[in-house]
């Protein structure tokens, strides 16, 4: 079992920046290809960054390249994920989600989840 526990969200203006913690609990953090996952209201969830330590990849939506950075820190089991530039669009309840498929961007790959943070940004 994996826990997962996201933090940082917030309201910021258009143009500001935020950056989300995500804190694992397990020590085999390096074996999980950690993604960020993001719902905005009435939408769908779908795939924002992710990183995979085994295969040396990082990934991103299209929508965000460029503005947001995944990153991780083993030592700390935490994922963080800067984001910069940020737009009314990127609002969403942001969740950080653990996945043994190295390198996935599928969200059927992602086993564990943590609670969610929400980001609101106002133009």
């Known amino acids: 079992q994996v826990q997962l526990v996201e933090s940082g969200g917030g309201l910021v203006q258009a143009g500001g920046s935020l950056r989300l913690s995500c804190a694992a609990s397990r020590r085999t953090f390096t074996s999980y290809t950690m993604g960020w996952f993001r719902q905005a209201p009435g939408k769908e969830r779908e795939f924002v960054a992710a990183n995979s330590w085994i295969t040396s990849s990082t990934g991103y939506a299209d929508s965000v390249k460029g503005r947001f950075t995944i990153s991780r820190d083993n030592a700390k089991n935490t994922l963080y994920l800067q984001m910069n530039s940020l737009k009314p669009e990127d609002t969403a309840v942001y969740y950080c989600?653990?996945?043994?498929?190295?390198?996935?961007?599928?969200?059927?790959?992602?086993?564990?989840w943590g609670q969610g943070t929400q980001v609101t940004v106002s133009s």
């Open positions: 989600a653990a996945s043994l498929v190295p390198g996935t961007k599928r969200f059927s790959d992602y086993n564990y």
